[in-house]
């Protein structure tokens, strides 16, 4: 006996991954039901009778269908769903990567892509909103013939637009081509172009799925004896909580006793009431046994704290072994580093996800878990800070802070908290941040053995004349530190900076604009400054090529006095510049 497909349908926000699903739902149910279905929904129950009715083509190339149906799993969460593990890999047995052919690979698509390729999840790509190109028509119900007969302008655009998307696909390490011109489909690609809007492409579409499942995937989808399955998520309707989930292996019946992994001591409960999803439709209804694959309702017989994306098997007085089982699936998954950042997800798709691409982009994660922020996380990230300031970061997918974490984030500013639903964009911000501050720790550095400022002398002020000087000067331009020696514009040396004070208090540092009273050992000022407007902070030719090396750290009017500074030290014919 063997079970439906699993097809996870995935790509980038827009490109039409529902309306493919709609298109494929809404032209095989009844009139009346057919508008209605436009919620993005977790899974489809397609069935093999409606195949056989919408996909004429498998008479025409005499193909046998032997599947009972196709479960399709919509992604809204691309990155989370396209990500969807079983044990020993990938949830899906195929996926239709959907593209909008006019705009090509976006970022999410690229993020698809990446999973794919992690998982070694055989997919095809749909090239959708073919009706888009101008003047397109559809010329006949068989779509190779429909591609032939178009205008030749618009042939003409959609060969360009194919050969760039190609070439595009190529760079990813994937050769393709459209669908009826592949010979050897473990070496390349199929492409079919479809239009969800018009259903072009649709029967094609299910032709490819329903060959490539039975050619390639016959052992795969040999059912087992073993109920397995995978939690999407954890809902809640009135004072009841069930899991929605899918059953991807087995037989799962009312009183059966299922273990779920947690990343603790497993978790092991009754089978309440059990819903399966109904054919073509977003509504469940009550079973008394499911066969695998299907999309699940389970209620438990008690209350558990189940985690999203976690497995979960039937129990057959085998808890240690299950638990072993899981724990090896769990650490194939969250794998960490000595050091790094901290991430949390949604769940565990979500987390794998993350973590699969962070990885690609070479970047150390410590800590991975699945919920909200906590109060823990954010102390670990100020460890990180004092250990290495560019792992002091949290990212947060599809996830957010709790209510104890937010307060202490408000006070909390060592620690850098990223979230988004996105994972490119948060990976992006995660890069930015850290080349921030990158430079922020460069320039850190530099300033500690050295410092640039320009400071205007207050002459109304001077309220000691010699050994020391004190007087008030204006800060100019970067930042006044002690101890560092100064020179005036002629490039005499005017000695050290050994206090800074405002107000009576003594500072570490005084910024631009600030005015503050500033004492000279060995300076007196009636001979020495009577006649200076403006002093600069000193430094050696390699203290001022390293600030030249790196003045993308200074801010704009350090780069200004740095510039001036390097006029004085030319006036000494010191051979530097900007």
Sequence with gaps: MIRQP??????????GKTSILDKIRGSKVAAAEAGGITQKISFTLFPAENIKKGCWLLDKHNIAL???????????????????????????????VVIDINEGIKPQTSEVLSILKANKTPFIIALNKIDNIS??????????????????????????????????????????????????????????????????????????????????????????????GLVLEVKQEKTTNYLEAILYDGKLKINDEIVIATFNEPIKAKVRNLEQIKPLSSQFQAVKESIAAIGLRIQLSEKADVLPG?????????????????????????????????????????????LTLLRQQNVSVLKAGIGKISKQDLMSGKANAEINPLNACILG??????????????KEKDVKILVHEVVYKLIEDLNKWQEDKAREIEKAKMMSLSSVFKLQILHQYVFHNAKPAIFGVKVLGGKLKPDIHMI????????????????????????????????????????????????????????????????????????????????????????WGM
């Excluded at 149906?69 to 195929?94: C, E, V, Y």
């Excluded at 011109?181 to 799925?209: Q, Y």
């Excluded at 976690?310 to 699936?329: A, D, T, V, Y």
């Excluded at 599809?398 to 307060?407: I, W």
């Design 310 to 354: 976690m497995p979960f098997q039937i129990f057959k007085n085998n808890l240690q072994e299950i638990e072993k089982e899981f724990k090896k699936e769990l650490s194939e998954i969250i794998k960490t580093d000595s050091e790094g950042i901290i991430v949390k997800a949604d769940s565990l798709g979500s987390l794998e996800a993350l």
């Design 135 to 228: 003047g397109w028509r559809k010329m006949n119900d068989d779509l190779k013939e429909s591609i032939e007969l178009q205008a030749t302008h618009s042939k003409q655009q959609f060969e360009e637009k194919l050969y760039t998307f190609q070439a595009a696909l190529n760079s990813y390490g994937f050769n393709s081509d459209l669908y009826f011109n592949v010979t050897d489909f473990t070496k390349k690609v199929a492409l079919v172009p479809v239009s969800a809007r018009t259903g072009e492409g649709i029967p094609e579409l299910l032709m490819m799925l329903c060959g490539l499942s039975q050619k390639f995937l016959t052992d795969r989808l040999s059912l087992a004896e073993t109920a397995k």
């Design 6 to 15: 699993i097809v996870t349908v995935c790509g980038h926000v827009d490109h």
């Design 488 to 575: 005036a514009k002629s490039g005499e040396k005017i000695g050290h900076v050994k206090n800074i004070q405002h107000e009576k208090a003594s500072l570490k540092e005084a910024g631009e604009g600030m005015e503050v009273a500033i004492s000279v050992p060995g300076v007196t000022f009636d001979r020495q400054l009577k006649d200076v407007e403006f002093l600069y902070s000193d430094m050696g030719e390699t203290q001022f090529r390293e600030f030249k090396k790196n003045k993308d750290v200074l801010t704009q009017s350090e780069m200004r006095v740095l510039q001036e500074i390097a006029v004085i030290k030319r006036k000494e014919k010191v051979t």
């Design 397 to 410: 997918f599809n996830t957010d802070l709790d209510e104890e974490a937010k307060e202490i984030s408000k």
């Design 66 to 96: 032997k599947i009972p149906g196709f479960l399709f799993i919509d992604t809204p969460g691309h990155a989370a769903f396209t990500n969807l593990r079983k044990r020993g890999g990938s949830l899906a047995d195929l996926a239709i």
